[in-house]
């Protein structure tokens, strides 16, 4: 059976490019008589906030989507992000560090992946390293590597089958200072244990696809199919985000505007006055 999702952070309210994704993902599923399933990505204490979670539930409603199952929340599911973490620890595919992104930032020798400046290994191989400091828990991707016999590959359905290429991302960070496990491990471990056989989501994740696809393989898991659909975009051709002002689904619902007939127009590409379609 197919299983899609959609997982939102409730650091904020939903815009319209949220809404897009949701009823891509929503109608993914429908259409094939599979299950929607809704996962609230809240672990990290310092964003996120209980209001945001019931505006995010009210949103969909209102846009007419309904999910099967109850809502999964991250934050209830930690012991599972601890139990990977060690099984790396204990392969020697983690190390601590203690490097600020400032630190990064100003290192001369991080060169630039598909996500900004690549870790250049400061902490790589401390002897005793001082761990009552804060510190992140970074993959050796040199040594995570060695651990793959032939290609790593994935299914995207608009590009086809791709050869993953994680050695771009660097040593990224899979437990976080100020959270229990970054969004490459809980995504790779939730999708997993949520039996996801298809992920909708938009173009801007499909670089991770490929640090997601060696997790899945050092810790046994499925691969699932991808389906990165492209962004919605303001009249500027910026993507819609909080940072750019985008309206927020909230602000619509209390003005009055009716959400299914506003999900309909978005699966026809139809927008209001001052966005583009999708960008391809």
Same mark, same amino acid.
């Given at each position: 059976m197919i299983v899609s999702r959609f997982a939102p952070s409730p650091t904020g309210r939903l815009h319209l490019g949220h809404a897009f994704s949701a009823i891509r993902a929503?109608?993914?599923?429908r259409e094939r008589g599979g299950r929607f399933?809704?996962?609230? !990505?809240?672990? +990290? &204490?310092?964003?996120?906030?209980?209001?945001?979670? !019931?505006?995010?539930?009210?949103?969909?409603?209102?846009?007419?989507?309904?999910? +099967? &199952?109850?809502?999964?929340?991250?934050?209830?599911?930690?012991?599972?992000? !601890?139990?990977? %973490? !060690?099984?790396?620890k204990a392969?020697? #595919?983690?190390?601590?560090c203690f490097c600020t992104r400032a630190d990064i930032a100003a290192s001369t020798s991080a060169p630039h992946g598909p996500e900004g400046a690549?870790?250049?290994g400061t902490c790589r191989g401390l002897d005793a390293? +001082?761990?009552?400091?804060?510190?992140?828990?970074?993959?050796?991707?040199?040594?995570? #590597?060695?651990?793959?016999? &032939?290609?790593?590959?994935?299914?995207d359905s608009g590009r086809g089958v791709? %050869?993953?290429?994680?050695?771009?991302?660097?040593?990224?960070?899979?437990?976080?200072k100020d959270a229990p496990a970054s969004y490459h491990l809980a995504v790779t471990i939730d999708d997993a244990a949520q039996d996801i056989t298809d992920i909708v989501r938009g173009e801007?994740?499909?670089?991770?696809?490929?640090?997601?696809?060696?997790?899945?393989? %050092? %810790?046994?898991?499925?691969?699932?199919?991808?389906?990165?659909?492209?962004?919605?975009t303001g009249a500027d051709g910026q993507r819609l985000a909080k940072r750019h002002g985008a309206p927020t689904l909230a602000a619509l619902r209390e003005d009055g505007s009716d959400g299914p007939a506003l999900a309909d127009a978005l699966r026809k590409g139809e927008l209001p006055i001052g966005f583009a379609a999708a960008k391809a």
């Amino acid at each position: 059976m197919i299983v899609s999702r959609f997982a939102p952070s409730p650091t904020g309210r939903l815009h319209l490019g949220h809404a897009f994704s949701a009823i891509r993902a929503h109608d993914f599923a429908r259409e094939r008589g599979g299950r929607f399933l809704l996962r609230i !990505e809240d672990i +990290d &204490g310092t964003r996120s906030r209980p209001e945001h979670v !019931e505006t995010i539930l009210h949103d969909l409603e209102w846009l007419g989507l309904s999910w +099967d &199952g109850k809502v999964v929340f991250q934050s209830q599911r930690l012991p599972r992000y !601890e139990a990977a %973490l !060690e099984r790396l620890k204990a392969a020697g #595919l983690l190390y601590p560090c203690f490097c600020t992104r400032a630190d990064i930032a100003a290192s001369t020798s991080a060169p630039h992946g598909p996500e900004g400046a690549i870790y250049p290994g400061t902490c790589r191989g401390l002897d005793a390293p +001082d761990l009552s400091r804060p510190h992140c828990w970074r993959l050796d991707m040199a040594k995570a #590597l060695n651990w793959v016999a &032939g290609p790593l590959a994935f299914e995207d359905s608009g590009r086809g089958v791709i %050869l993953a290429d994680p050695a771009s991302h660097g040593d990224v960070v899979l437990a976080r200072k100020d959270a229990p496990a970054s969004y490459h491990l809980a995504v790779t471990i939730d999708d997993a244990a949520q039996d996801i056989t298809d992920i909708v989501r938009g173009e801007d994740l499909f670089a991770a696809t490929h640090v997601h696809r060696l997790l899945q393989h %050092l %810790l046994g898991l499925p691969v699932p199919r991808y389906h990165h659909h492209a962004l919605l975009t303001g009249a500027d051709g910026q993507r819609l985000a909080k940072r750019h002002g985008a309206p927020t689904l909230a602000a619509l619902r209390e003005d009055g505007s009716d959400g299914p007939a506003l999900a309909d127009a978005l699966r026809k590409g139809e927008l209001p006055i001052g966005f583009a379609a999708a960008k391809a």
